[in-house]
């Protein structure tokens, strides 16, 4: 067998981690060849918890699982590690914004960026799911200078996979059908989910759907605020779908994107599409495999769809001075 990929999950003891790491271990991230160890982090008092459900881990007998470690320690939790992906941290209630999260949950990213800094392995890469999760993406980062700007991500493939959902079910087509839908920018009611250079059947959506009012006034609205609607029913925020997704990240930037689809994730802009440099936006990406990515170029952007991307842009920017005080020197 080859070298397992040691993967570090934050918050491995609430709803998401219960949704993900069984699926990590059955391969679902790497493939059926490659093995992988699990290395998950708690607060002391989930630990517990968390034992039985390694437990359970273990009841499954998976092939794939050669080592499961828990701790509450960042540095020990994230030693080596391949991908990190952080959950941990508090999930918004009924009538929240994720950003009001930001005073809760953004001081947990600075100690964490520092333990990467200091423990990961020399390949790692990050994808920040808990919320807001570009900005915490922005400060854990910054806390990291050693680990290269291309190696961080925050989480917008849920907004992309509700946007697809959404299209193929208004086309009655199945949701294989509907490919290159885009998320530009920030996990929250702002991000624009670009229906007009998405395709259906390799056919422009508009040209299939032609009903603008639909596009601009139940599609964008739907899938924006999503995330506030499943808790709204649920009494809990998204979990199965939300670790879905976070599968979906990692498969998408380990194994070569086919040349006719992209996927979403927020990145560290370079200034593409005229997005501040710096910033967690959410382009849409192609990689190369191993998480060797770009930003797909040229991809139409009408004045409609400007004033969405510099919006979305410009929250970021004040959720950016609204930690300020938590950003570390490696902006
Ligand atoms: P949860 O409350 O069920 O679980 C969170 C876990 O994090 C808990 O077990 C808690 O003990 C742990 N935790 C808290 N502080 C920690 C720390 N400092 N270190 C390690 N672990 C810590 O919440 P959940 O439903 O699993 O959601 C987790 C996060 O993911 C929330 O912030 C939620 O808003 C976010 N989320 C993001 C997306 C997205 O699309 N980006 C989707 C769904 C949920
Ligand atoms: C979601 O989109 O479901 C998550 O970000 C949870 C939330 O607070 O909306």
């Not at 032609?210 to 925020?237: H, L, M, N, Q």
Request: hydrophobic share 45%; charged share 20%; with cysteine.
């Amino acid at each position: 067998m080859s070298t397992p990929i040691r993967v570090a999950i934050t918050g491995a003891g609430g709803q998401i981690g219960y949704a993900l790491l069984f699926r990590i271990a059955s391969g679902a991230l790497f493939g059926p060849d490659r093995p992988v160890a699990l290395q998950l982090l708690e607060i002391t008092p989930a630990l517990p918890s968390l034992g039985g459900t390694i437990m359970e881990l273990e009841d499954c007998a998976f092939p794939l699982l050669t080592e499961v470690k828990a701790s509450d320690k960042a540095e020990v939790a994230f030693a080596d590690a391949d991908w990190v992906i952080l959950v941990g941290g508090l999930p918004r209630k009924d009538g929240m914004s994720r950003a009001d999260l930001i005073r809760a949950n953004g001081p947990i990213f600075t100690g964490q960026g520092k333990a990467i800094n200091e423990a990961a392995g020399p390949n790692v890469r990050v994808v920040t799911v808990a919320n807001p999760c570009n900005t915490n993406c922005l400060i854990a980062k910054s806390h990291a200078p050693k680990v290269p700007a291309d190696r961080w991500f925050a989480m917008t493939m849920l907004d992309q996979n509700r946007a697809t959902a959404q299209i193929a079910k208004k086309a009655g087509v199945p949701v294989s059908s509907v490919k290159k839908v885009t998320i530009w920018g920030n996990h929250s009611d702002t991000q624009y989910p670009d229906y007009k250079n998405a395709e259906i059947a390799g056919v422009p959506a508009p040209k299939v759907l032609r009903e603008d009012s639909w596009f601009t006034e139940t599609f964008i609205p739907t899938v924006a605020k999503r995330g506030g609607a499943v808790i709204k029913a649920r009494g809990a925020s998204s979990a199965a779908s939300a670790a879905n997704a976070a599968i979906d990240t990692v498969a998408n930037l380990y194994h070569p994107t086919p040349t006719d689809e992209w996927f979403s994730t927020a990145v560290v802009s370079d200034g593409s599409y005229g997005i501040p440099s710096g910033l967690i936006y959410s382009f849409p990406l192609q990689s190369r495999g191993d998480a060797a990515w770009s930003i797909v170029p040229n991809v139409p952007i009408d004045d409609d769809a400007r004033k969405r991307l510099d919006a979305s842009a410009a929250e970021l920017i004040s959720e950016r001075d609204a930690v300020k005080d938590l950003l570390g020197p490696a902006l």
